[in-house]
């Protein structure tokens, strides 16, 4: 079973390979003729103020932590998904469907939450 | 064949994790970590779980590490100040011995959980569309599958908590002004950029 | 591994990773092409007969430019982000079946590069990895825009990620398998996509999602040039920026394979190329099929580039998060009901 990913992994290494093989080459033959102007930041001709790493809005964060929540749910709905077939052939579909239902009706309801929050706008 | 690939990812998974520790930049930690993960999700597909592996690098690297660089976009660390604290770089190594002690003692007698989880996680990648985790997993864990969609709706409560206190129009312009002043006195303190003169216009 | 294993899987590799980068390669000629056809004008017609050389130009000439790095850049993450954002799309490469499996002398050699039992599984995690690329090299640049710009692509990524899993979880309980062949190898009688409501919603919503997950229009504000220039990679010259370029447009092939895979039914054409004795020739159709409907998708690509207008940032995330989201988990709930009962 464990040589079904052999490919993988030799793809990995040709895909590295063509990565760096591309990278390397430019950086070799690409000619170089450092400059201050080159070397600044481009801010559409107007000299950087400040450094460019400033703070944001901790909605983006809200939206990364959202979307870990959600992303665990639709792992465990894989599994869940994937067998549904077989488990309704052997008579015990409907078990697992409301098993189903129970999870992501749970989950459901923290979504309404977070939209009734107001975690989902944008203002 | 096996052994020499499993050295690689073991070194690798180490030496990653080494990095983790000893790099100053918060944002080429977290990169490491990510290494880090990806020789582990190797490991863990040589032992007989690729469905794990598969899961190792969905939900740890494609996930929870992108919340990780997410905060350190956001939080502006650009560099770690070396800090002086004697007691602390003595106490954490000797914590962290301890604790690795105790879990060199404790793991060897969990073999139970270990033995009946493993056939389980193992045939997830099987041709049978892992049929047994499916029977382990909504079948003789039942209730814990299901206490699991609370545990994430608890996770939604606490981050709308967190992240959307209510505060009024007025006191967000009052503090948003209050951070521009802040700016604006700390800058005045900071060295020009590299090269930001003049001539950067011109050309 | 056997040595004619092993042959067979060098050959796979050359072949298919070879068809997605040409094909990569010649959506930037056609991107061109098509874009000055809509608008009534010429495209590139300099090099070789209708410019069918730019592309080769083009590399040639990223590979001879300067590079240039702004000075309060990270080295290492400045360098590592464009490996990082083509790696992902050149590694989905592995699952994809591109043509029916060759049945030679009773051996079965399927078709994908790596037929393996979670090949969906694999599909995900090389999607949840390419938002790295995007974010890392929006950080480590050390530019304003580049850093907006790597901030919103990545969350809209992750926003458009979820309704993504879980259209194709969709497909999953339609076919009972996470094997890419077997999805596939299910759908020769019917289509998922006409698998009437279940299917075709799981494709709506997988289109759209493809569209946001490769920065595409309507969806990419990450380079809106009006007001981020060009986005995470506005610092980024010579071969560095070609990698994000190849990396974006291998994620569009890669894409079209899969809506293919999960929704066309893959190589099969309504039980004709199913149906071809001589081993050799079936393989070769379905190829010729396969890329057929890959080459209809490049086009929706970029004829919807030239069409519509951009999204607002707050329509693009409500459109993620209220619109698209429930309308996947409630259409799962509907497949899953259909599934449970027997319907399907």
Not at chain 2, 104 to 129: F, K, S
Not at chain 3, 78 to 103: D, G, H, Q
């Amino acid at each position: 079973m464990l040589a079904d990913y052999v490919p993988i992994l030799i793809l990995l290494l040709v895909v590295i390979g063509f990565v760096v093989f591309n990278l390397a080459v430019s950086e070799i033959l690409g000619r170089r003729r450092a400059t201050r102007g080159k070397a600044s930041t481009y801010e559409c001709g107007i000299d950087p103020e400040t450094n460019a790493r400033g703070r944001f809005s901790v909605k983006f964060f809200l939206v990364a932590v959202l979307f870990i929540l959600f992303d665990i749910e639709s792992v465990f709905l894989i599994p869940l998904g994937v067998n549904l077939k077989a488990f309704a052939a052997a008579g015990a579909g409907t078990f697992l469907l409301v098993e189903m239902i129970l999870f992501m009706v749970v989950l459901g309801l923290g979504l309404a939450y977070i939209w009734r929050k107001g975690g989902l706008e944008w203002d | 064949m096996a052994l020499p690939v499993f050295l690689i990812l073991a070194a690798g998974a180490v030496f990653f994790a080494a990095n983790v520790v000893l790099r100053r930049n918060p944002a080429e930690c977290a990169v490491h970590l990510v290494g880090s993960f990806f020789c582990l999700a190797g490991i863990y597909l040589m032992i007989g779980f690729p469905f794990l592996a598969a899961l190792q690098l969905l939900v740890y690297a494609g996930a929870i590490m992108v919340l990780f660089l997410f905060v350190i976009m956001l939080l502006d660390l650009r560099r770690e100040e070396p800090r002086e604290n004697p007691r602390i770089s003595t106490i954490a190594p000797l914590a962290m011995g301890l604790l690795f002690g105790l879990l060199a003692v404790v793991l060897p007698d969990m073999p139970v959980a270990v033995a009946t989880g493993r056939g389980a996680v193992a045939g997830a990648g099987g041709a049978e569309g892992g049929k047994e985790l499916a029977n382990y997993l909504f079948g003789r864990h039942l209730l814990t599958f299901e206490a699991t969609s609370l545990l994430l709706l608890a996770g939604i409560f606490g981050v709308v908590v967190l992240a959307k206190r209510r505060t009024s129009r007025k006191a967000d312009l009052e503090r948003l002004l209050e951070n521009i002043e802040a700016e604006s006195r700390t800058e005045r303190k900071e060295p020009p950029l590299v090269g930001a003169g003049s001539e950067g216009v011109a050309s | 591994m056997t040595t004619a294993a092993l042959i067979a899987t060098l050959v796979k590799i050359a072949v298919f990773f070879g068809i997605t980068i040409s094909l990569a390669a010649v959506s930037t000629l056609f991107e061109r092409k098509i874009s000055a056809w809509i608008q009534q004008r010429y495209g590139p017609n300099r090099v070789g007969p209708w410019g069918v050389l730019q592309p080769l130009a083009d590399g040639l000439k990223f590979i001879f430019k300067e590079e240039v790095a702004p000075a309060g850049a990270n080295r290492l993450l400045f360098r590592l982000a464009p490996a990082m954002a083509a790696a992902p799309a050149f590694m989905t490469v592995a699952v994809v079946p591109f043509t029916f499996p060759l049945i030679l002398d009773g051996t079965r050699i399927p078709m994908a590069i790596a037929d393996i039992d979670i090949g969906v599984l694999f599909f995900m995690a090389m999607g949840s990895l390419a938002v790295y690329g995007i974010m890392l090299g929006g950080w480590a640049s050390n530019n304003k825009y580049s850093l907006l710009g790597g901030l919103r692509s990545s969350a809209q990524m992750i926003s458009y990620e979820l309704a993504m899993m879980v259209s194709v979880i969709t497909v999953l309980t339609l076919a009972g398998s996470m094997n890419l062949t077997r999805i596939f190898e299910a759908q020769i009688p019917l289509w998922n996509i006409a698998v009437f409501p279940v299917g075709t919603i799981a494709f709506g919503i997988f289109l759209i999602a493809a569209f946001a997950e490769t920065n595409r229009h309507p969806f990419d504000l990450a380079e809106c040039e009006t007001e981020l220039v060009g986005g995470f990679h506005t610092e980024y010259s010579s071969m560095k920026f070609a990698l994000f370029f190849l990396g974006e447009y291998s994620a569009m092939v890669m894409m079209s394979g899969l809506i293919t895979t999960f929704f066309l039914g893959g190589p099969s054409l309504f039980g004709l190329v199913n149906g071809i004795e001589d081993p050799w020739i079936k393989v070769l159709a379905g190829l010729g099929v396969f890329l057929a409907k890959v080459c209809f998708f490049l086009f929706l690509f970029i004829w919807v580039r030239w069409t519509i207008p951009r999204f607002r940032w707050d329509q693009l995330m409500h459109l993620g998060w209220k619109l698209l989201l429930p309308l996947s988990l409630a259409n799962l709930l509907l497949a899953g009901t259909l599934v449970a009962t027997g319907v399907l």
